[in-house]
């Protein structure tokens, strides 16, 4: 999958640069650059990482994927 010319090597990044510009950024004007920064920072640690749900879990937000993950893993033992 490496290499120069690959059209796959960025679909990671680009896919979270989408989301984010359409959920966040372009709906806001900021005046500053530490309030762009403080509310991207809130945007992808409190929500985009714990509370959105993804499609590569099963559209279920990853906060509750580790929960069912470490329920099953409790119903092992």
């Known amino acids: 999958m490496?290499?120069?010319g690959n059209c796959?090597?960025?679909?990671?990044?680009e896919s979270f640069f989408g989301s984010l510009k359409t959920e966040l950024?372009?709906?806001i004007?900021?005046?500053?650059?530490?309030?762009a920064r403080?509310?991207?920072f809130?945007?992808?640690?409190?929500?985009?990482?714990?509370?959105r749900r993804h499609s590569t879990l099963g559209y279920v937000s990853p906060a509750a994927h580790e929960a069912a993950y470490y329920q099953h893993q409790l119903a092992l033992t």
């Open 42 to 51: 809130f945007y992808i640690e409190a929500f985009y990482n714990r509370q």
């Open 29 to 35: 004007f900021y005046e500053t650059r530490a309030q």
């Open 2 to 4: 490496n290499g120069t």
């Open 38 to 40: 403080t509310d991207i």
């Open 8 to 13: 796959y090597d960025n679909a990671p990044a």
């Open 25 to 27: 950024v372009h709906h």
